[in-house]
């Protein structure tokens, strides 16, 4: 973490977003700390506390009315890696728990990504209701997605997740007038963001996505213990990383 001042002796290797070094980190007080749980594998708290911060965020959106007074009803997730993936199922939970026991449908979610294999994954298909292959940097074919899944005026909530640069303008125009659009993605230019409501001409909510937030770790934890779909599809992709913790313990 870049907030963390660390004295570096040694690399010993460097592999799959790991680095096993010789070094002393100091850690502040105002810097949190995460407890890894004993029935959940440190690869896989690795893997996902990263993204751990979004976990409440959406919670937090999809909980509070929009102007109008009513909850966030349709969700236009673009990138459907880990951040993406979790978000939705975070918002399917809610369906569960929040929505449900009020008499609301479910949230309508469409989803995209450049990728075909991860738009036709099992995750993908779990959680949204309509998903395709799209280019996020494109507007035309982002407003022709959503006029195909019955979203022409946009969606309530536009989450853009997708590692690609250039998204802003699309993730705006896909949100509708009082809607909010939030970007979780580190390739966010965020002057372009603010900018984009006036290129789409729409009053929208541009919110940028923060890599803390009260009670994340435990979110997401708890979010893998209720959602055995989502766990065993982040323990398929950490198997890369528990493989290196297993040598760097050994090693």
Do not use: W
């Not at 929009?66 to 978000?87: D, E, M």
């Not at 940097?137 to 979203?151: F, N």
Request: hydrophobic share 45%; with cysteine; glycine share 10%.
């Amino acid at each position: 973490m870049s907030c963390i001042p660390l004295s570096l002796g040694a690399v010993r290797s460097f592999e799959y977003e790991v680095a096993f070094v010789e070094g002393t980190a100091v850690l502040a007080g105002s810097v949190p700390m995460a407890v890894v749980p004993s029935d959940l594998s440190d690869a896989l708290c690795l893997f996902s506390i990263d993204i751990s911060s979004l976990v409440p965020q959406v919670e937090r959106l999809m909980t509070e009315p929009l102007p109008g007074g009513n909850l966030p009803a349709t969700v236009y997730v673009q990138g459907c890696g880990k951040s993406g993936v979790a978000a939705m199922a975070a918002i399917r939970r809610l369906d569960r728990t929040h929505r449900a026991p009020r008499g609301l449908p479910p949230v309508k979610i469409l989803a995209s990504d450049a990728s075909p294999e991860v738009v036709a994954g099992d995750a993908v298909q779990r959680y949204a209701d309509a998903s395709a292959v799209a280019d996020a940097s494109d507007c035309l074919s982002t407003l022709d997605l959503l006029g195909a899944a019955g979203l022409g005026g946009g969606a309530d909530v536009v989450l853009a997740c997708t590692t690609a640069p250039g998204c802003e303008t699309s993730a705006v125009l896909a949100t509708r007038p009082r809607g909010v659009a939030v970007f979780f993605s580190m390739s966010t230019s965020f002057g372009r963001a603010a900018l984009a409501s006036d290129i789409a001409g729409k009053d929208v909510s541009v919110r940028v996505g923060a890599g803390l937030a009260d009670g994340m770790d435990a979110a997401m934890f708890g979010l893998l213990r209720d959602d055995a779909a989502l766990r065993a599809h982040f323990e398929l992709q950490a198997e890369g990383l528990a493989v290196l913790l297993g040598k760097g313990a050994s090693g």
